[in-house]
């Protein structure tokens, strides 16, 4: 991925690599043409709100305020897999990783999947705002997001009804940047348009289109159709304690020792002992292998 260099430290110590300055500011102020462009974008996503094409549309309207290379669209639903529906500008070798691996077994550990099964509500929110303190050194995001070309992204988070929302994730996957504050603050201050526009797209069919004419590409013949909670307690089988697979669980997530430690209400000294014991008995040595087996394990095993 182009431009990629060392780690740096953002707020709270998180880790994020360093990125080269892009040739072409992309956070100049929008002038006439840009607005222009804006609500031209706009016209187009509303006539379309009732088609399988309004994903499209939305998605260069919202390019008219920020340059976006990549975007991904899907139905998020309370303990199921969630559902591709749409994606633009993601580079061929990226596909697979992302419209298979991700959305047949990846997506457990997925901090906005995760965030959603706990009750988050509709909203605009980047990556770091989401994220456990250790996730941006974690395996899962060098695994789903560096390798697949996304140093951050960003969410609008829809809500549908009780267990449906809908997910729109923009980012930089070809460039391989970050979105700087200044764009960070347009995108969010699109939501309540981006929110209203969502809901028109259910409300009025276009959603249902889009499911029912194969537009979202096929989905995994082996979804894993399991709650995300049940899921993580079975891993590891009569193995593990309880406690070892929340701390298994919470490792694999990207959080911390410290951090696991204010979650389970327990000491740091007590994560680090329940972390050996579950290694000695999985018999390996790292967070690494601890994620390998982890995604083995839902490959093989998971849905047995």
């Not at 082996?222 to 993580?232: G, Q, S, T, V």
């Not at 406690?243 to 740091?268: C, F, M, N, Q, T």
């Not at 601890?290 to 839902?298: G, Y």
Request: aromatic share 10%; charged share 20%; glycine share 8%.
């Amino acid at each position: 991925m182009r431009g990629r260099g060392a780690l740096q430290l953002v707020g709270g110590g998180r880790m994020l690599p360093t990125m080269s300055t892009p040739a072409t500011p992309l956070d100049a102020p929008l002038n006439s043409p840009a607005l222009h462009a804006w609500h031209a974008g706009l016209a187009r996503a509303m006539a379309a709100v009732a088609t399988a094409e309004f994903p499209a549309r939305l998605v260069e309207a919202l390019g008219a305020l920020v340059p976006i290379e990549s975007s991904l669209f899907g139905l998020e639903r309370k303990g199921q897999p969630p559902r591709h529906l749409f994606q633009h500008g993601i580079p061929e070798a990226y596909r697979e990783p992302l419209t298979e691996r991700y959305y047949a077994r990846g997506y457990l550990l997925d901090p906005f999947c995760l965030a959603i099964e706990g009750g988050l509500a509709e909203g605009f929110y980047p990556l770091a705002e989401i994220a456990p303190d250790d996730f941006f050194a974690s395996e899962y995001y060098k695994t789903y997001y560096l390798k697949c070309g996304s140093v951050e992204d960003s969410h609008y988070i829809v809500d549908l009804d009780a267990q449906r929302k809908l997910s729109l994730c923009v980012y930089q996957g070809r460039s391989g940047a970050r979105f700087s504050e200044a764009q960070t603050e347009l995108l969010r201050a699109a939501l309540p348009l981006v929110r209203e526009l969502c809901r028109q797209f259910e409300s009025r069919g276009g959603l249902d289109l889009l499911l029912a004419g194969g537009d979202a590409g096929a989905q995994p013949a082996a979804a894993l159709n399991w709650h995300i909670r049940e899921a993580f307690m079975n891993f590891g089988g009569d193995c593990l304690t309880e406690r070892e697979r929340e701390i298994a669980h919470l490792l694999l997530r990207g959080h911390s020792v410290k951090s696991s430690a204010r979650v389970l209400d327990i000491s740091p000294e007590t994560v680090r002992m329940h972390r050996k014991h579950l290694y000695t008995k999985l018999e390996i040595n790292s967070q690494a292998e601890l994620f390998s087996l982890f995604i083995d394990w839902l490959t093989r095993d998971g849905p047995a």
